[in-house]
């Protein structure tokens, strides 16, 4: 089930929030959330509800073992529940959604057919077991305190809002919220504006790009040529913020409904002048749990140089394999890898001497390069979308429009998308009155009827990182 969908908005959704605030107590308002979280989850799959919660037990074991091996002062114990905790999530992660691909690759190196029944890939399983490896890890070094309670561990995990596409949510974000959180009128409305503003992201922007891409790359290249090649590198690149960031928005204004308050996942990251920026701004739930728990842990930056860039490699391959198993990701993950080092190794003094506007070109220019890349997992497809982007070959306008007119939505869509992805919304302050407030509920209650009916006449479109 998506957030953009009619079930969610207009049967699971209201059942939630009914079933939710007519409860007086703590305990059986998590239930609700427990009980609803599930049914989300496993709206379209059924079956793999039972792997995320013998993933969450896993946890809940290894960390009770972890905590009384902490009072009785077995470090050693301690140290070996944590290791096996983290292999079987690890491990888990491994056979549903990498083991395909690790077979598919030995028979091609081997030259002989192994005989491996196909793996479905059960979705959100990368954003639920990074999450649960933040609470062991976590709890291993003191961080958090065990949760004895499987039930309060169950809901950490499975909560709908974010279970699906992140952000990713570390335990110590939300320990105590889980059991003393305090909902009110003010949060409730201001979650609602955030998960109105995403919907708005994903069903008008999106949704509306997301036809541009998938018409020049599933065109002739005789046709498209170099100028459609960077068109649709361009939609893309909007398609997947708007996409990803509307549900985060979704997900984050959901939360806090219902009490939590997620930390933020994106910070306008078009607008950034460097590679370095960008991902500063770009899944910052991801880049943050990467460096804290892989990362800093091979010795950062605090390493030779040559220690450095092998840290650097090894963490980005990693960051790009957790995205799927295809080696667009892996190749993805070294590209940003090498711009970083590069960045800042060489070319950080250089940018910081131009201007402004050229510093956030280059740095567009590059996401938007590496972004096809992490669009297109078929090798072929990508070696021809990048050859036409950077050999030149003549574009016949007039026959890619005839084979498919979606690609005018690019006359409105793409100069759309170019102004939203900029932080209008600080740069226009508003006075902070009741007429303001007025104005800016009616304008999300417009925008709000507007996303119904685009969703009543368009087709089933789910979110990018649902495959992750």
């Keep these: 089930m998506v957030f953009s ?32 979280s599930l049914v989300f989850y496993s709206w379209g799959e059924p079956k793999l509800v039972v ?31 944590c290791a096996v905790t983290v292999i079987l999530l690890v491990g888990n992660l491994f056979v549903f959604k990498y083991l395909n691909f690790a077979v598919e690759n030995l028979e091609f190196l081997l030259g002989t057919e192994l005989s491996v029944p196909e793996i479905t890939l059960p979705i959100g399983i990368s954003f639920y077991t990074f999450q649960i490896l933040s609470y062991v890890i976590d709890l291993y070094r003191g961080k958090v305190g065990v949760q004895r309670s499987f039930f309060r561990l169950a809901l950490y995990v499975s909560f709908f809002p974010q279970l699906i596409a992140g952000p990713i949510v570390r335990y110590e974000t939300v320990e105590h919220e889980i059991t003393d959180r305090k909902e009110n009128l003010e949060d409730a409305a201001a979650g609602a504006r955030r998960f109105i503003v995403g919907l708005g992201k994903k069903v008008l922007l999106a949704n509306a790009l997301a036809p541009i891409a998938e018409a020049v790359y599933g065109g002739s290249p005789q046709v498209c040529g170099t100028a459609l090649y960077w068109l649709a590198a361009v939609a893309y690149t909007l398609q ?45 739930s991801l880049s943050s749990w990467f460096k804290d728990y892989v990362y800093i842990p091979l010795g950062g930056s605090r390493v030779s140089r040559g220690r450095w860039i092998l840290n ?59 972004v096809c890349i992490f669009n297109l997992s ?22 890619a429009v005839a084979a498919n007119s979606e690609l005018l939505r690019a006359v409105y869509c793409l100069p759309l998308g170019m102004v939203c992805m900029l932080p209008v919304a600080k740069w226009v302050k508003l006075p902070d009155n009741g007429l303001s407030r007025a104005v800016t509920d009616l304008a999300c209650l417009a925008l709000a009827g507007v996303c119904v009916c685009a969703i009543i006449s368009s087709a089933y479109d789910p979110f990018i990182y649902f495959r992750f």
């Excluded at 919660?53 to 091996?69: E, Q």
């Excluded at 997900?251 to 997620?262: D, T, V």
């Excluded at 790009?320 to 090498?338: D, E, F, K, M, P």
């Design 240 to 284: 997947l913020y708007f996409d990803f960031s509307g549900y985060s928005d979704m997900a984050i204004g959901l939360g806090r409904i219902f009490g939590f308050h997620f930390l933020e996942n994106f910070n306008y990251p078009y607008i950034a002048r460097s590679v370095t920026e960008y991902w500063q701004r770009w899944h910052i």
């Design 378 to 399: 078929d090798l072929h497809q990508l070696g021809i979308a990048l050859s036409s982007m950077f050999l030149y070959r003549p574009t016949d306008w007039l026959g």
């Design 51 to 81: 792997l995320m919660l013998a993933a969450a037990l896993a946890a809940y074991l290894g960390g009770l073992v972890m905590d009384r091996a902490a009072r009785s002062g077995r470090a050693g114990l301690k140290k070996a529940a």
């Design 5 to 36: 969908s009619m079930p969610f908005l207009y049967l699971l959704f209201p059942l939630i929030f009914i079933a939710y605030f007519i409860l007086p107590f703590r305990p059986w308002r998590n239930g609700v959330l427990l009980v609803f």
């Design 312 to 370: 650097m490699l090894l963490v980005w391959s990693l960051t790009g394999l957790w995205h799927g198993a295809s080696w667009n990701y892996l190749l993805w993950g070294l590209c940003s890898a090498v711009l970083l080092i590069l960045e800042k190794l060489f070319l950080r003094r250089r940018l910081e001497k131009l201007p402004g506007v050229i510093r956030w070109l280059y740095a567009f220019f590059m996401i938007t390069v590496t």
